[in-house]
Protein backbone atom coordinates (compact mmCIF):
# COMPACT_ATOMS: atom_id res chain seq x y z
CA UNK A 1 0.00 0.00 0.00
CA UNK A 2 1.58 3.19 -1.19
CA UNK A 3 1.81 6.07 1.56
CA UNK A 4 0.00 8.20 -0.25
CA UNK A 5 -3.33 5.90 -0.07
CA UNK A 6 -3.26 6.12 3.23
CA UNK A 7 -2.92 9.88 3.92
CA UNK A 8 -5.51 10.56 1.98
CA UNK A 9 -7.90 7.76 3.32
CA UNK A 10 -6.78 9.48 6.81
CA UNK A 11 -7.32 12.60 5.33
CA UNK A 12 -10.84 11.78 3.95
CA UNK A 13 -12.16 10.22 7.51
CA UNK A 14 -10.79 13.09 9.30
CA UNK A 15 -12.92 15.24 7.27
CA UNK A 16 -15.98 12.68 7.29
CA UNK A 17 -15.47 12.89 11.77
CA UNK A 18 -15.22 16.14 11.63
CA UNK A 19 -18.58 16.93 9.17
CA UNK A 20 -20.17 14.19 11.76
CA UNK A 21 -19.39 15.81 14.64
CA UNK A 22 -20.65 19.53 13.18
CA UNK A 23 -23.89 17.93 12.52
CA UNK A 24 -24.22 16.51 15.80
CA UNK A 25 -22.98 19.78 17.16
CA UNK A 26 -25.83 21.96 15.33
CA UNK A 27 -28.55 19.09 15.98
CA UNK A 28 -27.33 19.34 19.98
CA UNK A 29 -27.87 23.11 19.68
CA UNK A 30 -31.14 22.77 18.25
CA UNK A 31 -32.48 19.80 21.21
CA UNK A 32 -31.70 22.64 23.59
CA UNK A 33 -33.20 25.35 22.21
CA UNK A 34 -36.26 23.10 21.81
CA UNK A 35 -36.14 21.84 25.32
CA UNK A 36 -35.69 25.61 26.73
CA UNK A 37 -38.72 26.72 24.59
CA UNK A 38 -40.77 23.58 26.38
CA UNK A 39 -39.47 24.49 29.35
CA UNK A 40 -40.39 27.99 29.43
CA UNK A 41 -43.67 26.65 28.44
CA UNK A 42 -44.27 24.41 31.28
CA UNK A 43 -43.11 27.05 33.41
CA UNK A 44 -45.77 29.16 31.73
CA UNK A 45 -48.72 26.37 31.92
CA UNK A 46 -47.92 24.91 35.48
CA UNK A 47 -47.30 28.40 37.17
CA UNK A 48 -49.70 30.49 38.46
CA UNK A 49 -48.43 34.10 37.43
CA UNK A 50 -48.66 36.47 40.29
CA UNK A 51 -51.22 39.22 39.85
CA UNK A 52 -49.62 43.07 38.92
CA UNK A 53 -50.10 45.31 41.97
CA UNK A 54 -52.03 47.27 39.85
CA UNK A 55 -54.29 45.06 39.43
CA UNK A 56 -55.13 43.96 42.67
CA UNK A 57 -55.73 47.75 43.71
CA UNK A 58 -57.78 48.13 40.96
CA UNK A 59 -59.62 44.90 42.29
CA UNK A 60 -60.10 45.70 45.64
CA UNK A 61 -61.23 49.09 45.20
CA UNK A 62 -64.15 47.17 42.76
CA UNK A 63 -65.27 44.90 45.73
CA UNK A 64 -65.62 47.99 47.92
CA UNK A 65 -67.99 49.65 45.31
CA UNK A 66 -69.70 46.65 45.07
CA UNK A 67 -69.99 46.18 48.61
CA UNK A 68 -71.30 49.75 48.89
CA UNK A 69 -73.88 48.99 46.34
CA UNK A 70 -75.31 45.91 47.83
CA UNK A 71 -75.38 47.79 51.45
CA UNK A 72 -77.40 51.14 49.34
CA UNK A 73 -79.61 47.70 47.44
CA UNK A 74 -80.41 46.51 51.48
CA UNK A 75 -81.32 49.95 52.90
CA UNK A 76 -83.47 50.94 49.17
CA UNK A 77 -85.40 47.40 50.35
CA UNK A 78 -85.33 47.96 53.86
CA UNK A 79 -87.40 51.38 53.50
CA UNK A 80 -89.38 49.63 50.83
CA UNK A 81 -90.59 46.90 53.81
CA UNK A 82 -91.43 49.22 56.21
CA UNK A 83 -95.07 50.30 55.66
CA UNK A 84 -96.00 53.77 54.91
CA UNK A 85 -97.44 55.48 58.48
CA UNK A 86 -101.15 56.80 58.26
CA UNK A 87 -101.43 60.81 58.59
Do not use: N, Y
Not at 11 to 36: C, F, I, N
Not at 42 to 57: C, F, I, Q
Not at 61 to 79: F, G, I, K, Y
Request: with cysteine; net charge negative.
Amino acid sequence: MSGQSVSFRITRTTEDLAQTVAALSHRLVKLEQRLGALELQLERLSGTPEPDADELRCLESVEVLLADCRALLDQSEDADAVPPMAA
